[in-house]
């Protein structure tokens, strides 16, 4: 089992830019969500998926856009990238309120 | 307001050695208190969790200690090994039902483990 896969591995994007994060899932779970991690701040949630068909607003979803694919994928789209929004992105899945299994991670800055 | 607060920021020891880690909350109602470890440049990965009822759990080297009612939750490393060296991130989830959409993430405290 692969476990939560995250594309890309780094991305520089200009102000303004548009782009799709991509995360599957092979673990078969139910939920799966979209995170951030600043320096100096602890992870904050951005989105999450409680099942397949449904998305929900986390702390911080302004400037993003989910989408749950199927069972296995769940992608986080910034329409108009901006500085503020670079940072590096965790995509997490779990079984319904169990332990979360996170991804590699994607490093994005925004120029 | 829900927070999480770890000390020490940061803490170098020398290979062998114990050390303990300390995370308290004022997150309410409580629900459970997860230790994630966090290599540099990977994602989090979960070493311990508990509920309520629980004030001690191990996985190998790891405990963990929660006291519930002083809010408080400390995570001892036994015998250090280079490997060792990471973020460790305390974790609180409130509500009911144990939701991993009510989390709490401290800031995590950076363990280096010297030879």
């Known amino acids: 089992n692969a476990g939560v896969t995250q594309t890309p591995k780094f991305q520089v994007l200009k102000t303004g830019q548009s782009m799709t994060l991509q995360c599957a899932q092979d673990m078969n779970h139910n939920s799966m969500y979209w995170y951030r991690q600043d320096p100096g701040m602890g992870l904050r949630l951005i989105y999450y998926?409680?099942?397949?068909?449904?998305?929900d607003k986390g702390e911080v979803p302004n400037g993003y856009n989910v989408s749950r694919l199927n069972k296995r994928e769940f992608s986080l789209r910034l329409e108009s990238a901006a500085p503020s929004q670079t940072s590096v992105y965790f995509c997490?899945?779990?079984?319904?309120?169990?332990?979360?299994?996170f991804g590699p991670g994607t490093r994005l800055t925004v120029l | 307001k829900n927070q999480v607060e770890q000390s020490p920021q940061s803490l170098i020891i020398l290979e062998g050695k114990n050390c303990t880690l300390q995370c308290n909350y004022t997150v309410s109602p409580f629900s459970n208190l997860r230790w994630y470890k966090q290599d540099t440049g990977r994602g989090p990965v979960s070493l311990t969790i508990?509920?309520?009822?629980?004030n001690t759990k191990s996985n190998g080297r790891y405990t963990a200690t929660l006291d519930a009612d002083t809010k408080q939750s400390s995570l001892h490393i036994t015998a250090s090994q280079l490997s060792d060296s990471a973020s460790y991130i305390c974790?609180?989830?409130?509500?009911?039902?144990?939701?991993?959409?009510?989390?709490?993430f401290g800031k995590g405290t950076l363990l280096t483990v010297n030879p």
């Open positions: 508990m509920t309520f009822s629980e």
């Open positions: 997490a899945s779990s079984p319904q309120g169990n332990t979360q299994y």
């Open positions: 998926s409680a099942s397949e068909g449904t998305t």
């Open positions: 974790v609180v989830s409130r509500g009911s039902g144990g939701s991993n959409y009510k989390l709490t």
